[in-house]
């Protein structure tokens, strides 16, 4: 089935330990997202790419940065964890183009920092 | 920035008996999402709504478009224990990116059997 598929799904880091999360899609979705989620809140979204093109949320920290090397991988880099970081990251796909389309998500990566 | 109001915060019901949920915002949404998450997964979409007005069924699941574009409702009928869960309302607004999603802050749904 197509899908998008988060690995891993718990991630564990030090404080200040650079971590990568990754995402793939088999929707051949041209628009990929990474949302931060905290517990019991909404997903907050960090950034976004359509094609290559990247775009920032302005409150997003400098701490994370993203990559996405063809149509069906992105990742998240977090350069230096802190405690504040841990969280579940999820990964959004959706197609592009003048109409709105649903954003489909992936089942997540938590994240613990010791 | 744009906020949507999820009503209610949390519903404890009785398997077999019906909910709904709504959703406002004091802004016009060009898109209605309505979306379940359950503990340690992704949120899945369950309904999207276009058009003002518009009402749609997924199973048990009926959700409405408000015509004012500035609401939307989610109804579950005869609910069972697997429908536990949190569900989110999101929207792109009219005005805003195509790409940026609001959301509401979550109905935590639970079913006693």
């Known amino acids: 089935d197509a899908m998008v598929i988060q690995n891993p799904r718990y991630q564990v880091t030090q404080f200040g330990k650079p971590v990568t999360l990754s995402c793939s899609q088999t929707?051949?979705?041209?628009?990929m997202y990474w949302y931060q989620q905290k517990s019991s809140q909404a997903p907050k979204l960090l950034f976004h790419?359509?094609?290559?093109?990247?775009?920032n949320e302005a409150d997003t920290p400098d701490n994370f940065q993203s990559r996405r090397p063809n149509t069906s991988f992105c990742f998240l880099d977090i350069r230096s964890p802190g405690l504040g970081d841990a969280a579940m990251y999820l990964c959004?796909?959706?197609?592009?183009?003048?109409?709105?389309?649903?954003?489909?998500f992936g089942d997540g990566t938590r994240l613990s920092i010791l | 920035g744009q906020q949507l109001n999820q009503s209610p915060q949390s519903m404890f019901i009785q398997e077999g008996e019906d909910v709904s949920m709504n959703c406002t915002s004091s802004?016009?949404?060009?898109?209605w999402l309505w979306y379940k998450q359950e503990p340690g997964e992704g949120p899945v979409l369950l309904i999207a709504?276009?058009?003002?007005?518009e009402l749609t069924s997924n199973g048990r699941l009926t959700a409405q478009f408000g015509i004012t574009r500035k609401d939307s409702f989610l109804n579950i009928s005869a609910s069972i224990p697997s429908d536990v869960g949190i569900y989110f309302c999101?929207?792109?607004?009219?005005?805003?990116?195509?790409?940026?999603?609001?959301f509401g802050k979550g109905t935590l749904l639970t079913v006693n059997p």
């Open positions: 929707l051949n979705h041209n628009v």
């Open positions: 802004s016009i949404f060009n898109t």
């Open positions: 999101a929207g792109t607004h009219s005005g805003g990116s195509n790409y940026k999603l609001t």
């Open positions: 959004a796909t959706s197609r592009g183009g003048r109409s709105n389309q649903p954003q489909h």
């Open positions: 709504l276009y058009k003002a007005g």
């Open positions: 790419y359509y094609d290559k093109d990247f775009n």
